[in-house]
């Protein structure tokens, strides 16, 4: 299973009034992780975008541990918890600095034709992305 790690400097712009970092951010973070995972395993997200075929989430699951604030390292590590071919189901769990668990989190993903939104199989349209989620995933 291939693991793969970003880092993000919590900014002042992404806590609430409570000080901490809004729940929705998160998500954004999750994003950076699964752009990184691609990246690491030699894709590109926007390449796949210029031949018409986007990801959009089905499904997320998401539990917050504690809270992080800004100035903060946070570090994102992201892999494929589940792959059949068509859906994608990738996991998270982001740590504060000190180590803790902040974040742990799954969200899925189907692949879609850009124009008419009807699923494509992702194995045929990306035989060799398909070898390396394979090679990659849990």
């Known amino acids: 299973m291939h693991i793969s790690k970003a880092e993000i400097e919590v900014r ?14 998160y998500l954004v973070w999750m994003e ?10 030699g894709f590109s997200y926007a390449g796949m975008e210029e031949q018409g075929i986007i990801s ?14 800004y100035g903060e390292i946070a570090t994102i590590n992201t892999w494929i918890e589940e792959y059949n071919g068509i859906k994608s189901v990738y996991g998270y769990e982001i740590f504060s600095p000190s180590g803790d668990l902040a974040v742990q989190a799954k969200s ?11 699923p494509v199989k992702f194995k045929k349209m990306f035989p060799e992305w398909h070898e390396a989620y394979e090679k990659a995933k849990k």
């Open 12 to 25: 002042y712009a992404e806590t609430d009034q409570m000080g901490v970092v809004y729940h929705a951010n």
């Open 32 to 41: 950076v992780g699964r752009t990184k995972l691609i990246q690491d395993l």
């Open 56 to 69: 959009p989430v089905i499904d997320l699951e998401i539990s917050y541990k504690k809270p992080m604030r």
């Open 108 to 118: 899925s993903h189907v692949c879609v034709n850009k124009e008419t939104f009807r």
